[in-house]
């Protein structure tokens, strides 16, 4: 009767490492890359290694899937930066090194060359020059919420960027002054 009982233990036992979420996310992940979708593998490999940080196959699975989709990221963002397009550029780079971040936050090291860096910050400054220049014309122009939205986005990027939140406080309170003063 012993028998029969650690039998049905190690059967039971067999069966639930068998049908575990971290064995069946990572075959559904080698599938998807596979097939060339390393973004979506990526994320069923975390979801596996979520699920049992063990998981060598998806360890190594997103070594993989993970390196091809950062580097088509990276891709976004050279394209980008090379055409002077300053939006697209830091939005593609955060978009990147959000996804890096993720990847390594499971012990997964990935090849981010350090050089990209560099071109990111110096596409920020151009992008947050002309966002502080349309925010200031557009003030002048007394459209105070066009204005308010390119402060907005600048705080975002860059808190503490010149004088960007003062000016944000005054494209706020200067249409409800003058609301106020029209009504008094």
């Known amino acids: 009767m012993k028998r029969y009982y650690a039998l049905c ?4 036992l067999a069966w639930l490492t068998a049908c575990s979420p971290s064995r069946t996310y990572t075959k559904k992940a080698g599938k998807l890359a596979e097939a060339g979708l390393h973004d979506e593998a990526s994320l069923l490999f975390m979801q596996a290694l979520g699920h049992d940080r063990t998981n ?3 360890r190594i699975g997103l070594k993989a899937s993970g390196q091809s989709a950062l580097n088509v990221y990276l891709d976004r963002f050279f394209r980008a930066h090379g055409q002077q397009q300053y939006k697209e550029s830091v939005y593609a780079y ?3 090194e959000g996804f890096y971040n993720d990847v390594t936050a499971f012990n997964v090291e990935l090849e981010f060359p350090p050089y990209y860096k560099q071109y990111y910050e110096e596409d920020l400054e151009a992008y947050l020059n002309q966002l502080y220049v349309e925010g200031t014309e557009l003030m002048a122009a ?3 919420k066009d204005s308010e939205a390119r402060f907005r986005e600048i705080n975002t990027l860059k808190p503490g960027y010149r004088d960007v ?3 944000k406080k005054m494209s ?7 609301a106020g003063k029209q009504q008094f």
Request: net charge positive.
């Open 9 to 12: 233990l190690i059967l039971a």
């Open 56 to 58: 060598v196959d998806a």
């Open 94 to 96: 955060r978009k990147a």
């Open 142 to 144: 007394q459209r105070f």
């Open 165 to 167: 939140s003062n000016l």
């Open 172 to 178: 706020i309170i200067i249409p409800a002054y003058e």
